[in-house]
């Protein structure tokens, strides 16, 4: 249970959770499967699913609350419904001499998407997030708004409230830009990955992979006034990521010396691995994003 991106919220009220009512409001919205006629359904289900439990729609380690929202679509690709619209329209227009005006398409396109909904291949997707009271915070692998929006709208919607704002709430372009022109945090290392985007009118992108970003050529876009949108770095030793100018961190990857920790558990032991692994990874979540906020200062709005 490794986290591959990091969008952190702040709560801005103390939020209590009783572990016997957190289970009761997140199965008034448990994950059912799709319908025939259904496109997409959503709802909680167990973090530890793939270890074969499905009792408990939550996880609690040290007051940190691990939460799993499971989506499932149907996949019907509109190029096959679009296929069969078109060899119908030909049909009818090739009985009747008529050309098929728009509503009577429209009408087909639906009695084609009706009739083969039900045959479409189901696609299920998680996304996975942990409310930790001891910290404030609310995190979502999730590396778009949208994801991450609608599981903070469903954990919103079961517990009646939820009250957060993002922990980046401002362009971070000037303090990422600092870390290049004079020197990163005492616990950040740069990697040798950036973006560069110019803040004129041409807003021009550079970007670099495997270059020093002390190098002489960096520095020509530094000078030129660019502002870093996104940087690798490598924080303590813990885990390696980018860092985006609107606070999100992608591509998250712990380093061995922290997953080590869990390889003494016998790989037969799912969800035994599952809770030390969440436990390790979300205490190394929370630190770094508890190390963030202090240096950037990012709570000094709150």
């Known amino acids: ?28 919205f448990a994950f059912r499967p799709c319908g025939t006629q259904e496109t997409a359904t959503m709802g909680f289900a167990s973090p530890f699913h793939s270890a074969g ?5 939550f996880h609690q380690t040290q007051l940190r609350y691990w939460i799993t929202l499971k989506k499932q679509e149907r996949l019907l690709p509109s190029s096959v419904v679009n296929a069969e619209l078109a060899e119908k329209v030909e049909q009818i227009e090739a009985e009747t001499g008529s050309p098929v005006g728009k509503k009577a398409q429209s009408d087909l396109k639906q009695q084609i998407i009706t009739r083969l909904l039900p045959q479409a291949f189901t696609k299920n997707t998680y996304t996975n997030g942990f409310i930790s009271i001891p910290d404030n915070l ?18 919103r919607k079961a517990l009646g409230s939820l009250p957060v704002v993002p922990l980046v709430r401002s362009s971070l372009q ?37 270059q020093p970003l002390d190098s002489e050529e960096i520095q020509h876009h530094l000078d030129a006034g660019k502002l870093v949108q ?47 692994e969440f436990a390790l990874m979300s205490a190394e979540v929370c630190g770094i ?14």
């Open 138 to 155: 609310v995190v979502v692998d999730a590396s778009a708004d949208g994801k991450a929006e609608a599981f903070l709208a469903m954990v």
């Open 230 to 276: 996104k940087v690798a770095f490598e924080f303590d030793e813990t885990l390696e990521a980018v860092i985006q100018e609107d606070g999100t961190i992608k591509r998250v990857k712990f380093t061995d010396r922290i997953k080590e920790e869990t390889q003494d558990i016998p790989k037969d032991q799912v969800a035994a691995r599952l809770d030390a």
């Open 289 to 302: 994003v508890g190390y963030l906020s202090e240096t950037l200062a990012l709570d000094k709005d709150l």
């Open 53 to 57: 439990q499905h009792s408990m729609l």
């Open 174 to 210: 000037s303090e990422l830009t600092h870390w290049l022109t004079e020197q990163p945090p005492e616990k950040i290392e740069l990697l040798e990955e950036a973006e560069f985007k110019s803040t004129d009118e041409t807003a021009s992108i550079i970007r670099c992979k495997n």
């Open 1 to 28: 249970m490794w986290f591959k991106n990091i969008k952190a919220y702040r709560l801005t009220q103390p939020l209590s959770l009783d572990d016997e009512a957190l289970q009761t409001a997140l199965n008034e």
